[in-house]
């Protein structure tokens, strides 16, 4: 049924009802009419249930407060409330309807509330204070409200508008003229004009002059809802509907008469705009009725942009929303309101004499002051002040104060310099004393030593020329013995290798397995024992990249593949290996270095309580006799496939790729950054080259020629290269051994980087290997197989010495980070301790460990370097390869980096003389301390017994050297069994392991492959990492 109604209308003629069709533009209008009327008795169908649930609670209240006070009469109008009123926005466009005069009006009716309440704040305070001011002048808009709604003797445009929609034949342009001839004419008012457009008026509001079009403002006072669709909709059968059309009858106040029955409604026509004058009218009551408080929202800019203010923008809302206006009208009078003693108090410094309180003491501050009685008024209880006066009165007491503190900083510096001049005459005094006595001590001391020097000279001169003889006896005694050592140790290794061939043949026999230790070095990186001769052995790992071919895989016999096993280092075969390393799902192509947790892994036994046992079906199962749980893999395979994925984390994130495969496409050529230059990187050739050497020094020429130890200190000014050389790979490798650091520290003489002659040298240190820095990581870790490798590095020497050839296809690094280098050269005889020199090399002969009680120990530190033995440059060579075993001393040439010194010849903070190792003995930042643990690892077999963690989250490491590569961290104990060798030396959980035999900087990935590779006495520099406190804690119970 309403489907049709918008095209149609019924019309009562006579006794019959007809159906009139309704045109378009009727049948546009009553379905306009019909959303507009579903819309508005919906929205009050909304504020009435909004009030019945709002009504409920304030009846709540009164209730409550009719019991506690016992009145029973409290009406409910009179519980408190608070409101809140959006007030319209003031809407100017370029078309302004009926809809933007009812809005604009709004604002008027409650801007005029809003000044009033300003003004009559303001004259109340005067009020009641009796202080008389002048009229304060202010903007009243009552004449545009009396325009726009007028009382019933002189009707408003908006009575107008009423009255022309009750006329037969109203229509705007008829509106328009009556409202033109009675605000234009009849009785002009200043804020109507006439608009220049057809069909417009205008009208000056506070804020701005608004032009009105009337078009359509007759139709929209009208309800254009005809009265049969109305009644159709009231007797609709949509419940929610129904409602809307058909309101509940209003409820009766109390006091008032309830509406008779059967009274009928009024016939006077009631339009839209009678229903907005009435709510706003009730809107305004009751705002006058409460104690209002007026919030006004300025927006910064018309772009509601964040951080953007546009000055007039909002001067513009300031000024037609009146808060300029209101401003003005509170500092027309007296806009500094301030009590007596607040005025006696702060400004009593400006009286002289005695401060008073009250309003005599501000009386006589403000004629102190000289403030003119016409800028301020006393009341009952307040200071008025004009405006200015309370600004001066601050500025007079801010130059009090500063003149008074002025002479107080005086007479302070008086005294303290006075103390200064005491303290400086009574240090002088003492220095004076302290100078004498230290004279004195000195000149005692010479005499005393110059004694014993010359005891020592006579007494090692006998003692040379008895050792010398005693040399000459043993020397072809021991050449002999070596020689019958050597031969004997022949014998025993083929004695032994025939045994073992034997053994194990018989073990195959018997159906026997291999034996396995508990821990093997990582395949894929060789690792050399170096010990000095006779003393401790000392543990140092290097990279050689090259091993012998064991020809054909189909002709391997038995004894070949036992070579094989043992020279990947691994305690079971190596196909076994490999095939339990595919079962954990590892990448033997690209984690090689991982094959030991594989080795390992087929070592294990059965945890404890675990036992294997077979199905009915022949199949292998493992059962726990106590819980009672059955595992079809063993039960070690989970633990030691998480091991895996965690080395494999840390691996990745050492090689920098996340765990992402490496993209076939050749990496951009990465930039190294600055590099640090040491010792270990220099070779002799360049410490104590003779254009370095200088004139001795005073002190260094007064030292005698026989003393213990001699020395010279030069300067070092170093020129830094960066060579990029293309190598071609062999079937055996590349032929190199490095360090841990990757320097360049062995060249097999048939390798590739000895093909290309003296373009790649020992001392050269590999910064970059086809493209990739590595940056803290070694060199294995980064470099993938391939035909041929661009391999960079970089080498160094002296300003004054010769260039190379190979300078001139090298590029000069200037970004070095310390190119001058202050050395000191020492020349020394030691004597061998417990058949050793009494410390232990790097590959690049630089001291790693002092043994305690040695001759070395009061004289060599880490660090040092050495670079001549017994006359021998150690020029590409080692230590132990010159060092004669038979002798008792050695005379060593040893460099030591000094600190540079500075202007006024004190030393620089950066004391580059110390080795990379922390001093155990000093404690860091968050009284963190330092400490050594020696350990020996006799055996392959003997266990450390330790298992880092894979990050360093929870850990406060802010006192630690951070790592140059972001995603590595320090290696920290996270376990560590109890009867391994690292226990029982001393390592804890949660220990950081800052160097490990003097090596510092080095990953918890490459801690893992050294000390698997290590063997004999391993010295690790550990200090308690503390853990992160959490924030807030539980109190402790008392």
């Not at 007030?87 to 370029?94: A, L, R």
């Not at 234009?184 to 069909?199: S, T």
């Not at 005094?429 to 001391?445: F, G, H, P, S, T």
């Amino acid at each position: 049924r309403a489907s049709g109604a918008p095209g149609s209308r019924n019309i009562k003629v006579g006794a019959e009802v007809i159906n009139k069709p309704n045109t378009n533009e009727e049948a546009r209008s009553v379905r306009d009419a019909l959303c507009k009327g579903l819309f508005a008795n919906l929205f009050e169908w909304i504020v009435r249930q909004l009030n019945s649930a709002l009504k409920a609670t304030a009846d709540a209240a009164a209730a409550t407060a009719s019991a506690g006070q016992g009145d029973t009469k409290l009406d409910n109008t009179a519980a408190r409330f608070i409101g809140a009123v959006d007030v319209f926005g003031f809407e100017s466009f370029g078309v302004n309807s009926l809809e933007q005069l009812c809005i604009n009006y709004a604002n008027e009716r409650l801007q005029r509330l809003f000044v009033t309440a300003i003004f009559e704040s303001q004259v109340s305070v005067y009020k009641k204070e009796g202080i008389a001011v002048p009229d304060i002048p202010f903007t009243d808009n009552a004449k545009v409200v009396a325009l726009i709604d007028g009382p019933a003797a002189e009707p408003g445009i908006l009575q107008i508008l009423s009255e022309e929609c009750v006329l037969g034949n109203s229509s705007d342009e008829s509106f328009l003229d009556r409202v033109q001839q009675r605000f234009a004419v009849d009785k002009p008012n200043p804020h109507f004009a006439r608009a220049k457009g057809r069909g417009m008026f205008n009208i000056k509001h506070f804020a701005a002059e608004v032009s009105y079009t009337v078009v359509g403002f007759v139709a929209k006072n009208k309800d254009p809802l005809p009265v049969d669709l109305s009644m159709l909709l009231k007797s609709s059968k949509v419940e929610v509907v129904a409602q809307l059309f058909n309101p509940p009858a209003e409820p009766v106040p109390k006091g008032g008469t309830a509406k008779r029955a059967g009274a009928f409604r009024s016939a006077k026509f009631v339009g839209v705009i009678d229903g907005f004058r009435s709510s706003l009218s009730e809107l305004v009551k009751t705002l006058e009725a409460t104690h209002t408080h007026f919030v006004r929202c300025i927006k910064p800019n018309l772009a509601k942009t964040a951080g953007v203010y546009e000055h007039e923008v909002a001067a513009r809302q300031l000024r037609t929303s009146g808060v300029v206006q209101a401003v003005g009208a509170a500092r027309a009078g007296y806009p500094d309101h301030l009590t007596f003693d607040q005025v006696a108090n702060t400004y009593a410094m400006l009286v002289k004499g005695s401060p008073q309180s009250g309003r005599p003491g501000a009386e006589a501050v403000l004629k102190a002051a000289a403030i003119p009685p016409a800028k301020y008024q006393l009341g009952k209880t307040l200071v008025f002040m004009g405006v200015g006066v309370q600004d001066m009165l601050e500025a007079r007491r801010n130059a009090f104060i500063a003149q008074r503190v002025v002479l107080m900083q005086g007479r302070i510096r008086i005294v303290l310099a006075k103390r200064l001049v005491r303290q400086l005459r009574d240090e002088k005094a003492r220095a004076e004393l302290v100078r004498q006595k230290a004279a004195q001590i000195e000149a005692e001391k010479r005499a005393k030593e110059e004694e014993e020097r010359r005891i020592r000279e006579e007494e090692e001169r006998q003692k040379r020329e008895a050792e010398e003889a005693m040399r000459e006896q043993e020397e072809a005694k021991k050449k002999q013995q070596k020689f019958n050592i050597a031969r004997q140790k022949s014998f025993e290794r083929t004695a032994a290798r025939k045994k073992k061939a034997a053994e194990k043949e018989a073990k195959a026999a018997a159906g026997e397995g291999d034996s396995s230790g508990d821990e093997a070095p990582t395949p894929g990186q060789g690792s050399k024992r170096l010990s000095v001769e006779g003393g401790p052995k000392k543990a140092v790992v290097t990279d050689m990249g090259w091993k012998e071919s064991a020809g054909p895989t189909d002709d391997l016999d038995e004894a070949a593949a036992e070579a094989a096993r043992v020279d990947y280092g691994f305690n079971n075969p190596v196909a076994d290996v490999l095939e339990y390393a595919e079962y954990l799902g590892m990448d033997t192509s690209k984690y090689e270095s991982l094959l030991w947790i594989a080795d390992e892994a087929l070592s294990a036994p059965e945890p404890k309580g675990w036992e294997q046992r077979v199905d009915p079906e022949g199949n292998v199962f493992y059962f726990h006799e106590n819980t009672g749980m059955i595992l079809q893999e063993h039960p070690l395979d989970h633990h030691y496939q998480n091991l895996y994925l965690q080395m494999k984390d840390q691996v990745d994130r050492d090689r920098g790729v996340a765990g992402e495969e490496e993209p076939e496409e050749e990496p951009e050529e990465e930039e190294v950054g600055p590099l640090p230059i040491d010792l270990g990187s220099l070779p002799p050739s360049v410490l104590v080259s003779k254009e370095t050497l200088r004139r001795p020094s005073w002190k260094e020429r007064l030292s005698p020629v026989t003393s213990r130890k001699t020395s010279r200190t030069h300067m070092l000014n170093l020129i830094t290269f960066e060579l990029t050389v293309p190598v071609k790979r062999k079937e055996k490798g590349l032929g190199v051994g490095l360090t841990v650091d990757n320097l360049v520290v062995e060249m097999d003489p048939s390798g590739s980087f000895a093909e290309v002659g003296d373009q790649l040298q020992k001392n050269d240190k590999i910064v970059r290997v086809d493209g990739r820095a590595l940056r803290g990581r070694m060199f294995k870790d980064v470099i993938r197989p391939k035909e041929t490798h661009e391999i960079t590095v970089v080498f160094s020497r002296e300003k004054s010495q010769r260039p190379a050839p190979r300078e001139q296809k090298a590029k000069l690094r200037d970004d070095v980070a310390n190119n001058q280098m202050r050395l000191k050269e020492y020349t020394l005889t030691i004597k061998r301790f417990n058949g050793s020199p009494g410390f232990t090399l790097d590959p690049t002969n630089l001291i790693l460990h002092v043994e305690k009680g040695s001759d070395a120990a009061s004289i060599l530190k880490p660090g040092d370097k050495v670079v001549e033995v017994d006359g021998r440059v150690l020029e590409g060579v080692r230590f132990g390869e010159v060092a004669d075993q038979g002798k008792a001393a050695h005379k060593l040439k040893v460099v030591r980096i000094k600190p540079m010194k500075a202007k006024g010849g004190k030393k620089d903070d950066g004391d580059s003389s110390k080795s990379s190792r922390p001093d155990p003995k000093r404690k860091q930042v968050g009284r963190i301390q330092f400490r050594e643990v020696t350990l020996k690892k006799e055996r392959e077999s003997d266990r450390i017994g330790v298992l880092f963690h894979r990050t360093d989250e929870g850990f406060d490491m802010s006192a630690f050297a951070q790592l140059e590569d972001e995603g590595a961290c320090l290696p920290i104990i996270k376990r560590i069994t109890e009867g391994t060798v690292g226990f029982n030396a001393g390592l804890r959980v949660d220990d950081v392991v800052i160097a490990v035999n003097g090596v510092s900087d080095i990953t918890n990935l490459q801690a893992v492959e050294m000390i698997r590779n290590l063997q004999g006495e391993i010295t690790f520099l550990v200090a308690p990492a503390p853990r992160v406190q959490p924030e807030a804690t539980t109190p402790r119970a008392k």
